[in-house]
């Protein structure tokens, strides 16, 4: 697409140029780094917090800014040199509104003087005004339209969403395993603080209450139970469960291994008549939707036995979170049935067990490739058109390497922000990464809230996302 300007010979009086924009909450993150105006008043709520009754109101300079884009775009357009510039602010612009930006040609100053009305009115209402002078530009150029690089801002709205589904559910009290470590006591005691759980600290009391001092973080309140051994500890917090002291159950500082040793034992566990399985959710800013990644922490070469249960525990763990009929892609290298990639026979599998009710609550299909699985461009480029593919809300990986290297690429490539849980046994199992920050062991608390409560009442506490997803 070609554009060309007007020089200054070819301009008249009663002239005009016309755009639309409507206000988004991005536009306001973007203003406020560029700026560096941090109004919290111009900016919409982080994550967690109460949303205004009215949309946050966009600076009265970043609306003033969109006058440059008519005239250094249409009118004059391109060469258009600024010279002066008044404003007169009437209303306050919202995110979501539309706004049309307008200027018109008022009269020409010799020798290259162009003065021009400009208003930018929403629905007919004058939210500003004034008058600018420019000089027209001095060459007559025909220009290609510009692909500017592409700009992402880094939020995550579904993080803010499900916590904020968490706010009239009862906090859920949980059971710590050897919180002995700056991240794990943090997150355990911001989720109690946030009012999603009421931590139950189990593990070597006199390095917790230390560790508490060291970081000026209050205990007070909190009940600790000193079991300095982390077998011990992990024991007795699915002894809490049975006891109905607890109803989730969280990793702190230890293995894996030592944790679910317990939560799987035959007598004693937490064991169902379905397998368990981890499930990382994934909020990432390049993506609508929330994507759900299996497994990637426990099941190591799942056969497809297996691979039965750890689909129908993600299924289960989406429709909690609020997705409706999950869609899960079966990920291979290949979109097409080899004999010789095992995955994409276990794929071809799962989707017809699904189709005849073996798996339910969801729609089921593979083998995906990557690609096809989230791109719907890649999808039709491969002729696929089936529900699933380009628009998974679930990853199903071959392995455990393979779903752990997603994972991983999704939290440190992709920005994305994820909590974990342990689907399958009678209660969440928040099993988190010891690297895992404060922020993502919150995010995992109001997972394993709003599964526990999917699990006792059949119901999603989430409302749909107003913004779509797909």
């Known amino acids: 697409m070609t554009y060309s300007n007007r020089l200054y010979a070819e301009l008249a009086a009663g002239d005009e140029a016309t755009i639309t924009r409507i206000v988004t909450p991005d536009d306001l993150y973007v203003f406020a780094h560029v700026s ?117 801002v880094e939020r995550h709205r579904h993080v803010q969403r499900l916590l904020a589904a968490c706010a009239n559910l009862p906090a859920m009290p949980t ?58 500890a992990a024991a007795r917090a699915v002894e809490l469960v049975h006891l109905g002291k607890a109803k989730a159950v969280m990793k702190g500082h230890l293995h894996s291994d030592e944790l679910l040793r317990h939560v799987v034992k035959s007598q004693g566990g937490l064991r169902t008549g379905r397998r368990i399985s981890h499930v990382f959710v994934m909020d990432a800013p390049t993506l609508s939707q929330l994507i759900l990644v299996t497994d990637a922490a426990i099941n190591i070469a799942p056969t497809l036995e297996e691979k039965v249960d750890i689909v129908q525990n993600a299924i289960d763990l989406g429709l909690a979170l609020g997705l409706q009929k999950p869609k899960v892609g079966i990920l291979s290298a290949v979109e097409l049935v080899n004999p010789k990639i095992q995955s994409t026979l276990d794929a071809a599998a799962l989707s017809k067990m699904s189709e005849r009710g073996q798996i339910t609550g969801g729609v089921v299909d593979g083998p995906l490739a990557m690609d096809n699985a989230i791109s719907v461009s890649a999808a039709r480029t491969k002729g696929l058109t089936s529900l699933v593919a380009g628009r998974a809300d679930i990853l199903v990986a071959p392995n455990l390497e393979s779903g752990n290297i997603l994972a991983k690429e999704l939290t440190y490539a992709a920005q994305a922000e994820g909590a974990g849980l342990v689907i399958g046994a009678k209660v ?43």
Not at 433 to 449: H, Y
């Open 428 to 470: 969440p199992v928040l099993l988190t990464s010891r690297a895992d920050d404060e922020a993502s062991r919150l995010f995992s608390c109001a997972v394993a809230m709003l599964y526990a409560h999917w699990l006792e009442t059949g119901k999603s506490a989430v409302a749909p996302d107003a913004e779509g997803g797909r």
């Open 36 to 152: 560096g105006n941090l109004n919290p008043l111009n900016l919409p709520p982080a994550p967690g917090e109460c949303a205004p009754a009215d949309p946050p109101a966009a600076p009265s300079m970043w609306v003033a800014s969109l006058f440059s884009a008519v005239l250094g775009n249409l009118l004059p357009g391109p060469g258009t040199i600024y010279e002066t510039q008044n404003l007169r602010f009437h209303a306050r612009a919202r995110v979501g509104d539309k706004l049309t930006i307008s200027v018109r040609v008022e009269a020409l100053r010799p020798p290259a003087t162009v003065v021009l009305a400009t208003k930018v009115e929403r629905a007919g209402e004058l939210i500003v005004d004034g008058t600018a002078e420019v000089r027209a530009p001095e060459t007559k150029e025909t220009f290609e339209l510009v692909e500017l690089p592409e700009l992402r």
């Open 175 to 232: 059971a710590v395993v050897a919180p002995e470590e700056e991240n794990a006591l943090l997150g355990a005691l911001a989720g109690g603080r946030d009012h999603l759980i009421v931590p139950i600290l189990i593990g070597d009391e006199a390095k917790i209450r230390a560790l508490a001092l060291s970081l000026g973080a209050d205990l007070t309140g909190v009940e600790i139970e000193n079991l300095p051994s982390h077998d011990a």
